[in-house]
Each structure stands twice: as structure tokens, then as C-alpha cells.
């Protein structure tokens, strides 16, 4: 009998070969969007490591604005790889769940950037980032769901 974490270990390092290239030598879309969403947890997490140490070291770049928002994107960098893993396994909810994410994301990162004197300098360009892979990442879902419409990977 395979203990949970054994199997959630097998499902979260699974990676099939034949994913990582076409045939023209091109990243394949399912093999995008994993870098993409992978990229988006390190931005993540950086954000909260950079924050940690601007508390120490410059207590005025890490406000409280600042924290609020790095935790909620951080929270959604726990919640998108498993929805992406879902996609990937088939699921249209998983799909349609990182379309959504993805849209929610880029829109609310543009509106906090756009917000005058809310957020330091240096988190308005880390959110302007996270729109644009986040909206890349929407345009992927859209497109894979437009390629087959019974599910399937993306």
C-alpha cells in the first residue's frame, strides 16, 4: 500500500520525456507552461525573501501593503502548480482554474501597480512581472482549451 506522500511525490515529479521538445526543436506548450509556472513561484517566494530582508534592512521598502500583497501572491503559488498538475492529468475544472487564476492575476497585478503611492518602486515592477507571465500564462490555457475541447493537457 503507497503512503500519501509517496504518491503525491509521484505525481508532482512526473515528467514525461516526449513533452520537453517537438520535433522542430521548439518548447512544447506543455513544457511552457510548467517553466512558466515555475518561474512563478520563484518570483513568488523571492518576493517573500526579499521581504524579510527589507524588514531588516530597509523597514520602509517592506510595508505592510507590501507583505498583504506578497502573501496573497504567495498563496496563489501554492494553488496554481497543483491546478496546473490537474490540467495537465485532464481535468477541464484544472484548466479552467488556471485560466481563471491567470486572468485574476494579471488584472488585479496591473490595477496595484497602476495605484499611486500604495506599493515601493521595486514591488510595482515585480508586479508588472507577474502580469505579464501570468497573462501569458491565461493565453496558454486559452489556447489549449480551444485545441481540445473534451480536456486534456494543455
Not at 531588516?56 to 498538475?85: C, D, K, M, N, Q
Not at 501569458?136 to 485545441?147: D, E, F, G, H, K
Request: aromatic share 4%; glycine share 8%.
Amino acid at each position: 500500500m503507497q503512503s500519501t506522500a509517496t504518491s503525491f511525490d509521484r505525481m508532482v515529479n512526473r515528467v514525461e520525456v516526449k513533452e520537453l521538445e517537438s520535433p522542430a526543436g521548439e518548447l512544447t506548450p506543455p513544457t511552457r507552461v510548467k517553466r512558466l509556472v515555475g518561474a512563478y513561484v520563484a518570483v513568488a517566494l523571492g518576493t517573500l525573501v526579499a521581504l524579510g530582508v527589507m524588514a531588516v534592512v530597509a523597514p520602509s521598502l517592506a510595508t505592510s501593503e507590501a507583505w498583504g500583497h506578497a502573501v496573497v501572491v504567495a498563496v496563489f503559488a501554492i494553488g496554481l502548480p497543483l491546478r496546473t498538475r490537474a490540467a495537465f492529468k485532464g481535468s477541464r475544472a484544472g484548466l479552467r482554474a488556471v485560466t481563471v487564476i491567470g486572468c485574476v492575476l494579471t488584472v488585479v497585478n496591473l490595477v496595484e501597480a497602476a495605484l499611486p503611492g500604495v506599493f515601493p518602486p521595486w514591488m510595482r515592477v515585480e508586479m508588472v512581472v507577474i502580469a505579464a507571465m501570468t497573462l501569458t500564462l491565461a493565453v496558454l490555457s486559452v489556447q489549449a482549451a480551444r485545441r481540445n475541447p473534451s480536456g486534456g493537457r494543455p
